[in-house]
């Protein structure tokens, strides 16, 4: 293209973008990824995350037909969706236990599977309870301890667990401690936002407290595996779950790039994606474990979702209370593989996922099922044996478990 097309056409993309808002697109899966990085198609197209061999951004329909008659190589952005929940448990009534702080307002809301609690009054006042779980040490914590009478976890001491996810309630009496990091990804206009990740699914605050619940200052909370780690929450998934693949690439990067140590992704896709394989390698080269749900696909061989088929990134199917694979979780390619051998499309372990009850973003507790939940129990694992001696933590870890 000559210069003198170059500046035509850049002035045209440059006034159609301003005629049209980067949110037109966002929401219909407007998100482009566009191979180049030349200065010319950043500056005429905008940039939402730049990497190695190219950049993605937010464009019209309109905009991409111009841009490709004029040579520029763009593929949409592959959209991951969190796994959903194969079973959804009706959760135990929650208990209540009276506050010693007196006020006016409602009872924390439940989830719509979750029986309402009865108020609390006091004269002149009502008191605000505070929702507990039916067990402080549920069942998974009960297996991955191989304790059945324990009743409070302990390690993760100067770990950071990376979860990428729906966000996080931050106000979460059992999670609230915990939390060192908290970006959204998900903004259509502002790439990253520092210091926000609301969770607005509660997928993210379940996920987070089966990592490290720590059972809130008064000790009546639940605990999660590892409840002295500190949580990176990055949110890359919106309320309905879906979650662009440059925002997860993005926050993966990042994440190597701030003294991460595991990395928890409870979402997946049926096939590979490049940008996120590429975000994975960098952070493995960083000494980063990233651990991902098997997938909720079936008895069936080869059902595991991507990214947890890399072999780089720790698998985790399902097991439920009998210690048997439930017969919703993915299967890999184990059977005829290298035996010992972690190779692509190989599940590593199987790990609790039925019945799982954890934090929930309505600052109470839910019951909730899929391999969405074995991977935060093989995550926050990571995260207690982590090997930091070790010439390769990551590795030391992995080998460990």
Known sequence: MSTSKKLVFALFLVTLGALLPSSTASADGGRYFVKSTKAFWKNTLGVRHSFENGFSTELSDFQVRFARI???????????????????ATAPEV?????????????????????SPAKVTAPKSRAKPR?????QTP??????????????????????????????????????????????FTNPRTPIIDGKCEDKNGHGTHVAGIIAADGGADSKGIYGVAPAAKLFIYKVCGPNGSCYADDIAAAIRLAADQDAQVINMSFGADSEIPLINDAINYAVSKNVLPVAAAGNDGPFADSIDYPGAYATVVAAGAINQTIAVTEWSSRGINSTTTPYVVENRDIEFATPGENIESTYNNGGYAILSGTSMSSPFAAGLAAKFWQAAAENPAHSARAFL
């Open 139 to 184: 069942w998974g914590i009960e297996v991955v301890y191989n304790d059945g009478s324990i009743v409070k976890t302990s390690g993760g001491e100067g770990v950071n667990v990376v979860v990428l996810d729906t966000g996080i309630l931050t106000s979460h009496l059992d999670l609230k401690n915990r939390i060192g990091q908290c970006k959204d």
């Open 95 to 115: 208990k209540e236990v009276k506050s010693e702080v007196k006020t006016a307002d409602e009872p924390l809301e439940q989830p719509s599977a979750t029986p």
């Open 131 to 135: 929702p507990v779980p039916s067990d």
């Open 70 to 88: 004029f040579g520029a190589e763009i593929e949409p952005v592959r959209v991951l969706q969190i796994l959903p929940e194969e079973i959804a």
